[in-house]
């Protein structure tokens, strides 16, 4: 059965937005659109203008304040372009498309809401929603009425039982805040360091290419040990540094740049990718920071050992007990040790 998939990221509730709450180290919102797309076209609804737009889905912004789930509910269900829509809160990042799957085959003509159900609680947001729909929650809207266990009840609704299912009830459950608003660096912070010319670069690429296959954000840092110019002379921002600004941004509707003098250490920077998931350094063979180090040889390590994800090597692997050894080319070993390494899912 074709579906659309709607996932509620709304806005705050209780002082957190729970969709961009990350449970391992993935946003709410960007776990659930990677778990769910190969099902349909994902649309998000949300409340403030330009959020989500990074993801590459359709998103559907609310046309009233106040409504909560309801308003989310009505637009998405209106902008599906089939017939049932899966609908998912942004605070259950535990949802499995197998989930949806399973649902999707009570689908009849009998019923036009099909919603998901455990011991303690009915989940009006882990449900399958046609069309038919529409005009009771443009009802329930315009009455005022916006709870939406009171329209699934006046619905032709059929209840999918959870403990009648292979699904562990922990597939329903809420966000898990696991990092606080103060904390302004991401969770998942690691080098690839190495000798010049080693090929680090091209590991960092191939990298990012993987963790954004799975879902994830992810930022890159390099250090360079020589001073370096990143504006070309003559250019406005680098006629700023000449001028004696400490610091200068350069932006537009898709991207931006920062270019700054003074001495900063990679915590400072870290604080410009603090909405990430991923951060993978360039260099830094010296600091604390867990890294894969990039060997040829016999080369000697000149990494603490205690620091190591893994090695990298694109001579014979050699023997080792205590840190993982990959071949350069092996890409698919070396993402898997880092997810390991990190108990990301």
Request: charged residues 25%.
């Amino acid at each position: 059965m074709k579906m659309t998939i709607g996932i509620l990221a709304g806005g705050s509730a209780h002082g957190q937005n729970h969709a961009k709450v990350k449970v391992n180290n993935r946003l709410n919102v960007r776990k659930l659109t990677y778990e769910l797309s190969a099902l349909g076209e994902v649309l998000i609804s949300a409340a403030a203008e330009g959020d989500y737009e990074d993801l590459g889905c359709r998103v559907i912004y609310d046309r009233a304040e106040g409504r909560g789930p309801v308003e989310g509910l009505y637009n998405l269900i209106s902008c599906a372009d089939t017939e049932y829509v899966f609908i998912c809160g942004a605070d259950m990042p535990m949802v499995k498309r197998e989930l949806a799957e399973y649902m999707s085959e009570f689908i009849s003509s009998d019923y036009d809401c099909y919603c998901l159900t455990d011991d303690d609680h009915v989940h009006p947001l882990c449900s399958i929603y046609s069309k038919a729909m529409l005009p009771l929650i443009e009802e329930a809207i315009q009455s005022g009425d916006y709870k939406l266990i009171n329209i699934i009840r006046r619905a032709r609704t059929k209840y999918i039982k959870l403990e009648f299912t292979c699904f562990d009830k922990n597939i329903v459950k809420n966000t898990i805040i696991r990092k606080t608003g103060d904390d302004l660096r991401p969770s998942v912070v690691f080098c690839v360091s190495g000798p010049k010319n080693s090929g680090k670069t091209g590991l960092i690429v191939k990298l990012i290419n993987e963790f954004i296959d799975e879902g994830y954000s992810v930022g890159a840092i390099k250090h360079d040990g020589h001073d370096y110019t990143m504006d070309y002379k003559g250019s406005d921002t680098y006629r700023f540094a000449e001028a004696g600004a400490s610091r200068s941004v350069i932006f537009s509707g898709r991207s931006f740049s920062v270019n700054g003098k003074g001495r900063k250490n990679i915590e400072y920077l870290l604080k410009y990718c603090s909405d990430l998931d991923v951060v993978i350094a360039e260099g830094l063979k010296n600091s604390s920071y867990p890294k894969i180090e990039m060997i040829s040889g016999n080369q000697s390590s000149l990494c603490d050992s205690k620091t190591l994800i893994c090695k990298t090597t694109d001579s014979e692997i050699p023997y080792s007990e205590d840190i993982p050894v990959f071949s350069r080319d092996d890409i698919k070993g070396i993402f898997l040790c880092v997810k390991k390494y990190f108990n990301l899912e």
